[in-house]
């Protein structure tokens, strides 16, 4: 309830401390009025990048539910598209109000990996919905503590990518970006670090709302 309060005093009392402020959510409550608080208190502070991380996992209502546990496609397409379609009525000449739009890669939902980057590499594409720095991050799920189930799934993440044809690409209105390797392990698989492609730094970290 307090989010906008809490992005309204990073932005004015210490934006010097971070680069930009990020807000994880799976968009269920990110309907059109919260929308409409988020693009009044980020253009109080336009110069400091906000990046809204969109949890979705899915392009399909099945898929949705079944990886979700909850029955709540329909909303969550609808207030992604208007949080891009309002974005892309502000008036500035440099938007730094940005998305990604995640997809946590796993057994339930591996299939629709490419029809996920082909549906938000078109819709960004969409008059001036790709405004920003806009992205689609393909993550890797974490499985307990590791070991051999981990491995599947990691061997299951190379197998969709491969098999899908991804690689990361950057365009004016979308990037691609394919999360393939653990940092924190070294590969004795040769299936699972197959395509590894590191992602780089991030840079300093930034405040993280998680909703």
Not at 2 to 9: I, N, S, T, W
Not at 48 to 75: A, E, M
Request: hydrophobic content about 40%; proline content about 3%; some cysteine.
């Amino acid at each position: 309830p307090e989010l906008f309060d809490m992005l309204d005093y990073a932005l004015e009392k210490v934006a010097d401390r971070f680069e930009y402020f990020r807000i994880d959510t799976n968009a269920i409550l990110f309907g059109p009025e919260r929308v409409q608080q988020l693009l009044a208190a980020y253009q109080r502070r336009p110069d400091k990048p906000v990046l809204i991380v969109f949890s979705l996992d899915s392009i399909s209502r099945d898929v949705y539910r079944r990886v979700k546990g909850r029955d709540c496609f329909d909303q969550v397409m609808a207030n992604v598209h208007n949080f891009l379609e309002q974005r892309g009525k502000l008036e500035l000449d440099s938007i730094n109000l940005n998305a990604e739009f995640q997809f946590v890669l796993q057994e339930g939902n591996h299939h629709e990996v490419g029809d996920f980057v082909r549906y938000w590499d078109e819709a960004c594409a969409q008059g001036r919905n790709g405004v920003g720095y806009n992205d689609v991050m393909i993550k890797r799920i974490s499985v307990g503590t590791g070991g051999e189930k981990q491995h599947q799934a990691d061997r299951l993440y190379a197998r969709a990518i491969r098999e899908h044809g991804l690689a990361p690409f950057d365009k004016d209105h979308l990037h691609l970006k394919i999360w393939m390797e653990r940092a924190w392990e070294e590969h004795d698989d040769p299936e699972a670090g197959d395509a590894d492609l590191a992602l780089g730094e991030t840079g300093m970290a930034a405040p993280s709302l998680v909703t």
